[in-house]
């Protein structure tokens, strides 16, 4: 299967590319009161009001100094946007390459991944499970602010 492979902090992760809509240059972010802390707000993509996810947040990693993209990806039947800090490949990792993911794996929680790919030797890339980054919960808060805002 393909991923598109970025990185957060010294961490490697890869989602299915089917998922990924478009990877952005960072735009006005929107703060909306009362969401969960690692929601940074929403942007405004040629009139589509879309939540953006800080993972770096969201998976407690530290908060490294300089530029990020916001990979957008589609979650069930609406777009979310990634903080990410870099946006790295394109790369085909066969099912053998992937092990079911460890209960914790560096404080990522199992929820979050769907699996562990090795690749390249000692090279390990996290996949994430996109529909699993965010709660049922989460979902539906978001969904219910991304409508009152839009027009």
């Known amino acids: 299967m393909r991923y598109t492979l970025f990185t957060i902090g010294d961490e490697s992760f890869g989602v299915e590319i089917q998922r990924v809509v478009e990877i952005l240059n960072p735009l006005r972010l929107h703060k909306i009161p ?14 589509d009001i879309i939540p953006v996810i800080d993972l770096r947040v969201r998976f407690g990693i530290e908060y490294p100094s300089g530029k990020y993209r916001v990979l957008i990806v589609r979650l069930e039947n609406y777009k979310i946007g990634m903080h990410v800090d870099k946006v790295t490949e394109i790369m085909d990792i066969p099912d053998e390459r992937i092990s079911r993911p460890p209960k914790f794996f560096k404080g990522f929680r199992e929820e979050f991944m769907k699996g562990i790919g090795h690749v390249r030797g000692e090279r390990i890339i996290i996949i994430l499970d ?11 808060e978001l969904n219910s602010s991304r409508k009152n805002l839009s027009p």
């Open 130 to 140: 996109v529909e699993k980054v965010l709660t049922t919960e989460e979902k539906i």
């Open 34 to 47: 009362e969401l969960p802390s690692f929601i940074s707000g929403v942007i405004n993509v040629r009139g």
